[in-house]
């Protein structure tokens, strides 16, 4: 969660509108009587590769809070560039954003390990 976000999508998407809100109010755990969980909401609009107009919406959902959410994407972050995911370690010193070194290909079931739910809405 983090306004960082919103370059790193117009860099990869080459989208023209892109917009992040910050919202407080009831969560996915405390409408269902748990405790509050940290839910990223996320709406793309677009052209599909297909040539279709689509619009998705991705949810995020940390049962465990944003604490909870944030320490697992650092936890990630951190196995990637020492190496300890079974894939070679970041040799180079530098700057990394982490959409550039963390598998996307995996990243659904990764975060399903820690609990933290990924719904995906076709609206």
Same mark, same amino acid.
């Given at each position: ?56 919406? $991705? %949810? /995020? ?5 944003? #604490?909870? @959410?944030?320490?697992? +994407?650092?936890?990630? *972050?951190? &196995? ?19 959409? $550039? %070194? /963390? ?5 659904? #079931?990764? @975060?399903?390990?820690? +609990?933290?739910?990924? *719904?995906? &809405?076709?609206?």
């Amino acid at each position: 969660m983090s306004t960082l976000d919103v370059p790193s999508i117009a860099a990869f998407t080459d989208a023209r509108n892109i917009r992040f809100d910050f919202i407080i109010g009831e969560s996915i755990g405390s409408s269902k009587g748990l405790a509050a969980s940290h839910d990223l909401y996320i709406e793309i609009e677009g052209i599909s590769s297909s040539g279709e107009p689509k619009k998705v919406r $991705t %949810i /995020v959902s940390g049962p465990k809070g944003n #604490s909870h @959410l944030t320490a697992v +994407g650092v936890y990630l *972050i951190a &196995e990637r560039i020492l190496g300890l995911n079974g894939q070679t370690a970041q040799k180079k010193g530098g700057l990394y954003l982490p959409e $550039t %070194i /963390v598998c996307s290909d995996n990243i659904i #079931s990764r @975060l399903a390990e820690f +609990g933290i739910k990924t *719904i995906e &809405e076709y609206v």
